[in-house]
């Protein structure tokens, strides 16, 4: 299954792998995100988060623990 994102690639998503929880859990906030670092000296960009929609978008959510942040 091949989809279009608007990060501009097509990706295909089948199953959550560990390095897109990880993204996941992040929130899809980039910064400080090794792979961040990792491409930043690439022409290339990170597709991950694209990756993370399109999951969320087709076969749901992954069963993890999302850290709680409180502000107080």
């Not at 690639?9 to 980039?30: D, F, H, L, Q, S």
């Amino acid at each position: 299954m091949f989809k279009s994102r608007d990060m501009g690639r097509a990706i295909a998503v089948k199953r959550w792998t560990p390095t897109a929880i990880e993204c996941y859990k992040r929130g899809c906030v980039c910064q400080g995100c090794f792979y961040s670092d990792f491409f930043s000296a690439t022409t290339h960009k990170c597709q991950v988060k694209a990756a993370v929609l399109e999951l969320v978008r087709t076969i749901g959510a992954p069963n993890v623990d999302l850290p709680q942040i409180i502000d107080g």
